[in-house]
């Protein structure tokens, strides 16, 4: 069994900065790729960063020089830097990730519960 587990959503004022934590556990063999997506009321989820195995990273246009994704190899999370909030920030993020497991050496999509980041004066 693998789990993602997310934290560091929150309430912040436009301008203001939240980190975003993804840490996953289990019978990990390696992890390919982390990537954070977003859901925003009465929208699709959409892709906000992803970082691959060789640290290779893309943004959607909306964030690029605002938000950073990066990824701890030892620890098993990913990380999603997010300064310059706006209130169009505002979704439930979720964090995904490619994982190869111990038991069979293939890859499968894991997903984090979502965490609410709410950007408001």
């Known amino acids: 069994q693998v789990q993602l587990v997310e934290s560091g959503g929150g309430l912040v004022q436009p301008g203001g900065s939240l980190r975003l934590s993804c840490a996953a556990s289990?019978?990990?063999?390696?992890?390919?790729?982390v990537g954070w997506y977003r859901q925003a009321p009465g929208k699709q989820r959409v892709l906000v960063a992803i970082?691959?195995?060789?640290?290779?990273?893309n943004y959607a246009d909306s964030v690029k020089g605002r938000f950073t994704i990066s990824r701890d190899y030892a620890k098993n999370t990913g990380y999603l830097q997010m300064n310059s909030l706006k209130p169009e920030d505002t979704a439930v993020y979720y964090c995904?990730?490619?994982?190869?497991?111990?038991?069979?050496?293939?890859?499968?999509?894991?997903w984090g519960q979502g965490t609410q980041v709410t950007v408001s004066s």
């Open positions: 970082i691959t195995s060789g640290n290779n990273t």
């Open positions: 289990g019978s990990i063999f390696s992890i390919n790729s």
């Open positions: 995904n990730a490619i994982i190869v497991i111990v038991s069979t050496k293939r890859s499968y999509s894991y």
